[in-house]
C-alpha cells in the first residue's frame, strides 16, 4: 500500500508562483511514473504534468513553460513548479503513483487527497 501526502497549494495572485509536493510513503513497492493531475469546478479531472522514473516528463498544452514536474527517486518525492499562474490554473491538484505492489503482487495506483490551488486577480 503506498500512501500519498500532497502539500504546497495556497492562494496567489495572477502571475505568481506555487510550489506543490507529494510524498509516497509505504513500504514493498516500486514508483514507475508520478503526476499531477486537477480538476477544476464544474469540469472532469485532467493530467497537468507526469514523469517517469528514468526523467521523461509531458505536460499539459496550456501549462507547457510555465510548469515543471520533478521527482527525487531515492525518497520517492514528486514536486510540481507552477509560474505564471493564471486564473484558469484554479483547481484541486492530485498527486497520483503508479507502479507494483510488492506485497499483493499487483500493480498499484495510488492517489493522494488533493491540494487547493487557487489564483485570483
Known amino acids: 500500500q503506498v500512501r500519498l501526502t500532497e502539500s504546497g497549494g495556497g492562494q496567489v495572485q495572477t502571475g505568481g508562483s506555487l510550489r506543490l509536493s507529494c510524498a509516497a510513503s509505504g513500504s514493498n513497492f516500486r514508483i514507475d511514473e508520478m503526476g499531477w493531475y486537477r480538476r477544476a469546478p464544474g469540469k472532469q479531472r485532467e493530467l497537468v504534468a507526469r514523469?517517469?522514473?528514468?526523467?521523461?516528463?509531458e505536460y499539459l498544452d496550456s501549462v507547457k513553460g510555465r510548469f515543471t514536474i520533478s521527482r527525487e527517486n531515492a525518497n520517492n518525492m514528486l514536486t510540481l513548479q507552477m509560474n505564471s499562474l493564471k486564473s484558469e490554473d484554479t483547481a484541486l491538484y492530485y498527486c497520483?503513483?503508479?507502479?507494483?505492489?510488492?506485497?499483493?503482487?499487483?500493480?498499484?495506483?495510488?492517489w493522494g487527497q488533493g491540494t487547493q490551488v487557487t489564483v485570483s486577480s
Open positions: 497520483n503513483a503508479e507502479g507494483w505492489d510488492y506485497y499483493a503482487s499487483r500493480r498499484l495506483n495510488s
Open positions: 514523469i517517469v522514473r528514468g526523467g521523461n516528463a
